[in-house]
Structure formats: C-alpha cells, structure tokens
C-alpha cells in the first residue's frame, strides 16, 4: 500500500489514535481530511495542522453521515481512502443500567453501522480513483471480549466479520479492504485510567502503517498476536486473562 499522495477520510481523526494517524499521514504528504463529534478538538486540530481539512458530524445520525459523504463528494472528489476509526464504548453493567438500551443503539450505530454506511456510500468514489483502499479499525477483543465492555466487543466482532466477507466480496474489484485490530493504546478513550498493557499511539500507528506498507490484510498491532494466539488454544483462559486487567 502506498501512504504518499492520497486523499485520505479518517474518521474520528481529531483524537487518540485518529489524531495520530492524522498527524503521520498529513506529515507523508497525504491530503488529510478527518471529522469528529467536538468542534472544539477540530478545531484544535486545524490550529496544529492548518492543511487539515476538518467536518464536524456525529455518525450515529443517518443524516450527518450522509452529509460526510456530501462534504467529501463535492470539494475532495480525488479521495481514495477511507479509514473507519471513530468509535464510542460505554463502560457499564448491562442489568444494573437503566440506559443500556439508548447506549447500545448509540454504540451500534457508531461502531458497525456507520463503516457500513460509509462503504456503501464511498466505494464509488473511492473506485473512481487509484490506490482505492478501506481501512476498518477494530480491537484484539473480537477474540477474547471484555466484560466491561457489554457492547463494543459485539460491535467489534461485528465489523470483524463484515470486513473479511467484504474482502472476499470485492477481491476481483480495483479497492483494497484491510482490518488493523488494536490492542490497549494509553489514549483519552481510557478516561485517564488505560491498562498496564497500553502501548502509545504513536508506538501502535508506526506497527499499523509499516504492516500496511507490507500490505498484510489483517493487521494485528502489539500484543493482540498474543491474544489470538491463546484464544486459539484456551479460549476460556483467553477471556479470563483479558478480565483481570
């Protein structure tokens, strides 16, 4: 995969690992363009990056993803890369919430929905264009799921399975589909309290785009290659280890 010259969508790309991955592909020469739910982060964004193209949108709403895809059909047509990395969780108990049906529909909506939108809605664009490429970002969850997180691990695994069946789907068509599964990454995504295993985003976005470069598929970045690993071996155990983080 070439990572120079593109035109690049990053969902969610105004922070954690999207602001990142905004700031190496912005500084390879790409043309960047990213949208996020906090105006004030975009706008933060746009202060450090003024080449940066920004658009506020909540992609739970049916109605802002499509005008996403509006913004970027009508002023950056040359787009040839999506990255589906926006994603929201909820840490909580699913008796005890008394919101968890709201929270789930949001976190649906957000995680596995919206990709699916987005690549219905962009892949004739993208195909218009060369290096045409789609990017999901998921976790190393989709193997052993944590009970904190009810319904992100589900959305996950979701899109896990909705990108190898996209790749198979589209192997005789000019767009490449890859899937990054990351592990714990020390982000605001943690709230202040990440786990012992994170590793820095900078440390995770290096491991994603020398792998994409390679052009591997699926992508495991730090120590999900252990996790996959184990859940092959010991699912049971696989789950328990993931728990006592």
């Not at 999207?18 to 912005?26: F, K, P, Q, S």
């Not at 982060?41 to 005008?67: F, H, N, T, W």
């Not at 069946?165 to 068509?173: D, I, M, P, S, T």
Request: with cysteine; glycine share 6%; proline share 5%.
């Amino acid at each position: 995969m070439k990572l120079k010259n593109n035109t690049i969508l990053i969902t969610g790309g105004s922070s954690g690992i999207g602001l990142e991955l905004t700031r190496r592909l912005h500084e390879n020469g790409n043309t960047v363009l990213i949208c996020g739910r906090s105006v004030e982060k975009l706008e933060l964004v746009k202060k450090e990056m003024p080449a940066v193209q920004v658009y506020p949108c909540d992609l739970s709403d049916p109605i802002q993803r499509q005008g996403l895809y509006n913004w970027v059909a009508n002023n950056h047509s040359s787009c040839n890369i999506l990255i589906n990395n926006a994603a929201t969780v909820h840490k909580t108990n699913f008796l005890a919430d008394g919101e968890m049906i709201e929270k789930t529909e949001t976190e649906v909506q957000t995680n596995f929905i919206a990709p699916i939108v987005l690549i219905k809605l962009f892949l004739p664009l993208l195909m218009k264009n060369r290096n045409a490429t789609i990017i999901n970002i998921t976790t190393g969850l989709i193997y052993a799921p944590r009970a904190i997180y009810p319904i992100y691990n589900a959305t996950k695994s979701a899109l896990h399975a909705f990108t190898r069946v996209l790749r198979h789907q589209l192997r005789a068509e000019p767009v490449k589909v890859f899937e990054v599964m990351m592990s714990a990454v020390d982000t605001p995504w943690h709230q202040g309290d990440p786990p012992k295993m994170a590793i820095s985003p900078q440390k995770a976005v290096d491991e994603m785009l020398r792998k994409l470069e390679k052009g591997k598929e699926e992508i495991k970045i730090g120590g999900v290659k252990i996790l996959y690993m184990l859940s092959r071996i010991a699912p049971s155990f696989a789950f328990k280890k993931i728990n006592q983080l």
